[in-house]
């Protein structure tokens, strides 16, 4: 049972990549005062890029996901209330309601709720061979499912949706990628790179299907049978969907917190509570180098975020300002992907796109605001600071901004 005579600390809602950092970020900060997650899941915190890839494919289920040992969480003194659901925040005493345990006072809450996963309600009929992943316990479950030469259709070529699709054949699976929109990765890369992403599935034997949607489905002895709005069928043994997710910000609206599509924050991960905060795949900040309000759902934002709200709240605030930044490893390929590439013009290239290495930068007006590269992290990782010193691709600027070795290798490239 929660003590609830107990000093108030700080409280966590939430079990994942996002709450865990946070967590031990406070306590290395040196934070000395209690700090408790209440966790909807039963297992410690753990980063989820592994469970599309390490996950499905091991013959054991990888330790390496974890943040840290279950000794090492009792070593730095973090109380985790596993398996149990934060119902009801009471911002008068400052408490949050636990699901059958009571009150857990707070002087400080950090709300890192994730993402519930998108549901597609023409496949009720066929619940029972339809998967959706967001946590371990679901890609356990899903490797037990994805068998040599079973037929699976994935809902979804977004980033998970692909990369299951290439831990699928690696398991032997045949595999059929149906997406609502005219190419995968729509939202993320430019038009032509979509298609170098197609190719490179399609001659691993997946079949990608755009452009189609599922209108019916129906079972069929050992499979489903998903009937779509052209009038074609599909048959599988296994529908697995990835169209996204929405926030889990049903707590902060009920109580009276500002929400837009997602927990509204400010600079500091805090919320219009000034004694409650958001991190992760729920926290809806204003981006200062694209000039819009948007959720980031990345490792990176979680690790980010948590950094900046546990900085805040250990004496030591620093402004959150991160440019996005994505990577997702398909069979052999690395492809990293930093702020909106899809959103500018193709400027600058080195290889073409189906090389072993390639890279390409992409502007708006004179400034640079994306970039893509495979097995080009370096240059990822100089793109993003340019990105973030304000993205003028100007040759004295960026020798000014230290940056004169990228100068240098721009003006080769445009020569």
């Not at 809450?109 to 339809?130: K, N, Q, Y």
Request: charged share 20%; proline share 5%.
């Amino acid at each position: 049972m929660v003590a609830l005579g107990r000093t108030a600390g700080v409280v966590i809602v939430g079990g994942g990549h996002a709450g865990g950092r946070t967590a031990e970020r406070l306590r290395h900060g040196g934070f000395a005062g209690p700090i408790d997650v209440i966790g909807i899941e039963r297992e410690l915190p753990y980063e989820r890029p592994p469970l599309s890839k390490t996950v499905l494919t091991s013959a054991e289920a990888p330790t390496n996901a974890y943040l840290l040992p279950a000794a090492k969480w009792n070593e730095i003194g973090v109380t985790f209330h596993v398996g149990v659901e934060a119902t009801g925040i009471d911002r008068r005493t400052k408490s949050v309601t636990i699901e059958g345990r009571g009150p857990l006072a707070y002087r400080k809450l950090v709300l890192a709720t994730g993402l519930s996963p998108r549901r597609i309600t023409t496949l009720e009929p066929v619940a029972h061979r339809t998967a959706y992943l967001r946590s371990f316990e679901d890609a356990l479950s899903l490797r037990s499912r994805i068998l040599p030469d079973s037929s699976i259709v994935l809902v979804g070529a977004g980033l998970i949706g692909l990369e299951v699709a290439a831990s699928a054949v690696k398991l032997g699976a045949r595999v059929t990628v149906l997406e609502a929109a005219d190419r995968p990765l729509s939202r993320l890369l430019p038009g032509y790179l979509s298609q170098w992403i197609a190719e490179v599935h399609e001659r691993a034997g997946v079949r990608i299907l755009c452009g189609r949607q599922i209108a019916a489905s129906e079972s069929l002895g050992e499979t489903a049978c998903l009937h779509l709005d052209d009038g074609s069928k599909l048959q599988a043994n296994l529908v697995l969907v990835g169209i996204g997710g929405t926030p889990n910000d049903r707590l902060a609206r009920e109580a009276g917190l500002d929400t837009d599509n997602g927990i509204v924050v400010n600079a500091f991960g805090q919320t219009s509570d000034p004694d409650i905060f958001a991190a992760g795949d729920v926290a809806a900040h204003d981006n200062p180098f694209f000039g819009r309000r948007w959720r980031l759902e990345s490792w990176k934002n979680a690790e980010d975020q948590a950094g900046i709200v546990a900085s805040y709240l250990c004496g030591r605030p620093t402004s959150y300002g991160e440019v996005p930044w994505f990577w997702t490893d398909q069979y052999d390929l690395n492809i990293q992907v930093a702020g909106l590439p899809g959103a500018g013009r193709l400027a600058y290239e080195r290889g073409k796109p189906g090389a072993r290495a390639y890279l390409a930068y992409f502007t708006e007006g004179e400034r640079l605001i994306g970039a893509v590269g495979v097995a080009y992290g370096r240059d990822i990782r100089i793109a993003r600071e340019i990105i973030k010193a304000g993205g003028k691709l100007d040759a004295a600027d960026l020798v000014r901004k230290g940056f004169a070795p990228f100068a240098a290798s721009l003006a080769r490239r445009a020569s």
